[in-house]
Each structure stands twice: as C-alpha cells, then as structure tokens.
C-alpha cells in the first residue's frame, strides 16, 4: 500500500514515514505544494495524508486539484489548524477524513487502515473472493481454510490485483505500487514479473483458480 505524506514539517514527516513504514506501508513525501502536484499528477496512491499550510500552497487547493483531476487516492488532512470550518470545508471538497496535530501514531494508522478499507474492499476487514480469504487486519491469506505464506510484496500485488479485478493493470503501474517512485530508476521493470510469477505459483499450489491473466503487450489483469 502506497501512502504520500504531503508536508513541510522535516521532523514529522520522519517520524509518521518511519511508523508506517514500520506497519509494512511504502511512504513517499512532498515537502511544497508544487512537489505534491507533481506526484499526484504522476502517480496514484492509497492515501494521501495533506497537510494544510505548504510552502507554496494551500493543502485545500491541493485537495481541489485531487477531485478536478478525478482520482480517486483516498485523503487523510492532518493539520494543526483545528478550525471547524477548516474540517468542514475539507471534507466536503471530498477528503476522506481529518486528523488534528499532534496525534498518535496508532490513531493515524488506524484511520489510514479504514480510508482504504472503505474506498477499496466494501468497508470490510476481511475480503472473500470465491476459495480466498484475506483478513486485512492480521495480514493473512488463506484458501480453503489453508495459510498461504506470501512475501510483503506478494501479498501487495495480490491486494493491488483483487482491489482492481477485471482492469488491466500495466507493469509499470504495478512498478510503481511495489517500488513507488524508485521504479522509474529502474532500467525495466523484470521484477514485476518475477513477483506475478512467484504469486501465480502459490496460488496454484493451493488449488486456487487461475484469476491472473496475462495481457500481451499490456499487462496483468485479475478476471473473475
């Protein structure tokens, strides 16, 4: 899961990137508002937690540009401006939720955990597709009442593929979910390869069906 913490404050943004990261996320920052614009133009994440008062901008302005642009990155505002009207006029923009300064780590994660869980499984904590079950909680996958292990990225892939079933997702784009902006140093993206296969494999081994289809030219799409 990708998260982008969008502010100014160096020391904060160590600290929240270093407890997520901790909590198996892949953080990347923007310090100004122009370099916030410039990721969320680029890439697309899970959630984005948006200061308010960046060099540069305004986080409101930021959160304008998210929903002219129609992605669909769920927002998180943190911000010490606590106002009322502050939160109102965010979350009717379309933030997805507000955090005062100073929070807990754990609050924070927990909020990241329900964004997502809303906007991409159904609000739920446990997500079913036909013989497979994955309990976003614990971080486990069975098939048939049988663990599965699967590496962080193995499991990132197979959430990334479940939470887009029936799109065709590029190499690139899953590069950019597994690597975050690190893939576009790479000279191509083999890896990804690698990872599908190594899923593939352990799907199979557990009798689960063959939902991982190849797209020439294209990419990977989940079919169900």
Not at 14 to 30: H, M, Q, R, V, W
Request: include cysteine.
């Amino acid at each position: 899961m990708k998260i982008l913490i969008v502010e100014d404050e160096e020391e904060l943004v160590a600290d929240i990137s270093k407890y997520l990261t901790g909590e198996n996320y892949l953080c990347e920052t923007a310090k100004t508002y122009q370099e916030a614009i410039d990721r969320i133009h680029a890439y697309a994440y899970d959630c984005i937690l948006l200061d308010l008062m960046l060099p540069g901008g305004d986080g409101i302005q930021l959160l304008e540009y998210l929903k002219a642009q129609h992605k669909q990155d769920g927002v998180i505002i943190i911000s010490a401006k606590n106002s009322l009207e502050d939160k109102i006029k965010g979350l009717q923009i379309g933030a997805d939720d507000y955090l005062a300064k100073p929070f807990h780590h754990a609050e924070l994660a927990a909020r990241i955990h329900s964004v997502i869980r809303r906007k991409q499984f159904d609000n739920s904590n446990t997500l079913t597709q036909n013989e497979i079950t994955i309990d976003l909680l614990s971080k486990t996958v069975r098939i048939s009442e049988e663990n599965i292990v699967l590496t962080r990225k193995e499991y990132d892939l197979l959430l990334f593929f479940i939470g887009n079933k029936n799109r065709i997702l590029s190499k690139s784009a899953l590069a950019e979910h597994l690597s975050g902006d690190f893939a576009d140093m790479f000279d191509n993206h083999d890896f990804v390869y690698a990872h599908v296969k190594n899923l593939k494999r352990k799907l199979k081994e557990h009798q689960y069906g063959d939902y991982i289809k190849t797209i020439y030219g294209s990419g990977y799409k989940w079919e169900i």
